[in-house]
């Protein structure tokens, strides 16, 4: 196993493939770097044309891995997920013909705009990193991936993640417009003939092996949390629980999130050990798609960003 320094040299490698491919967006690309060094799954939520795609396509070819998309529609079926069972006249017998669930890293495009049905058929995947078709378990790879996108402004024919779905998502990855002087830089990238959606796509390499990368959530679930900042992250999370403002708080699976999402940041940053300051960069994302808020709060436009700042100031930072 590498150590944390060695495992954050490894990643940072990969940090600077995406930085390749899309100008600016540096707290996406590290939230995305999180997720998949913690082993968990990314929600990405933003407008159109803001590179989700062209963030979870650079990150695969620069883990390795195998890489699938799968474009969400009202019409796909589960068992175009998972896959089926096909008679060959042949052997006279059924094979199994794998769905593009068996891959490495997947990208679920516009995943709300799918049914219930196969929407929950990513369930089983995402949370044990298997499938269960025609009564029969198959693993799948032990470094799947799902990094989900869905848009936030279009609410017609789709259909709303269930919260035991949004739950099994690691993070909540909200994507906004790149600043000025980002889109600035990519306009003259793509005006002096440089097309950075496929020529420095086409151009990256691996940097990083599925291996490695298994080595390295190792590592980082090795960096030192210290019992005061482990209460830290439970009175962050329990306290949404008790909030005027919460409908429904953030249950165990949220602080399991923020534990893990904590750890894999202080690796990132070179660190052995998590901060308070950690936790705090990391609520938002890991409980944005948690937490419910009243009807009464949302008419009044209070947002999670106001509760968590209420939280920071009631609940005591650990010395």
């Not at 709300?112 to 929407?119: L, M, S, V």
């Not at 609520?283 to 999670?304: D, F, Q, S, Y």
């Amino acid at each position: 196993m590498p150590s944390a320094g060695e495992a954050a040299a490894r990643m940072q490698a990969v940090r600077g493939g995406l930085d390749q491919v899309v100008i600016g967006q540096e707290q996406v690309k590290e939230q995305l770097l999180v997720c998949l060094l913690a082993g968990g799954h990314g929600l990405l939520e933003g407008v159109p044309g803001t590179a989700k795609t062209l963030l979870a396509l650079a990150l695969a070819r620069l883990i390795g891995c195998r890489f699938r998309r799968i474009q969400f529609t009202p019409d796909l079926m589960p068992a175009d997920l998972t896959g089926t069972n096909i008679f060959n006249q042949k052997s006279l017998d059924f094979e199994f013909r794998p769905g593009p669930i068996f891959a490495d890293l997947l990208l679920a495009d516009e995943v709300n705009r799918t049914p219930p049905r196969t929407q929950a058929a990513l369930l089983e995947a995402m949370q044990e990193r298997a499938v269960t078709t025609d009564g029969e378990r198959r693993e799948i790879s032990p470094i799947f991936t799902v990094f989900a996108t869905q848009n936030p402004v279009e609410f017609e024919g789709t259909y709303p993640l269930p919260e035991a779905q949004r739950d099994r998502f690691l993070l909540k990855i909200s994507i906004g417009y790149p600043l000025w002087d980002d889109e600035a830089r990519m306009l003259a990238a793509y005006a002096a003939g440089r097309r950075l959606h496929d020529q420095a796509v086409a151009a990256l390499a691996p940097v990083l092996q599925p291996a490695e990368l298994l080595d390295c959530r190792l590592a980082a679930a090795g960096i030192r949390v210290e019992a005061d900042v482990l209460g830290y992250i439970l009175g962050v999370v329990s306290a949404t629980r008790g909030h005027d403002a919460v409908h429904i708080g953030a249950g165990p699976r949220a602080s399991l999130a923020l534990l893990e999402s904590t750890r894999a940041l202080a690796l990132l940053r070179g660190r052995d050990f998590v901060t308070p300051d950690d936790v705090k960069e990391m609520a938002a994302p890991a409980l944005a798609h948690r937490v419910i808020l009243t009807p009464e709060a949302e008419m009044e436009g209070v947002g999670l960003t106001d509760i968590l700042r209420q939280i920071f100031e009631r609940v005591a930072v650990p010395r």
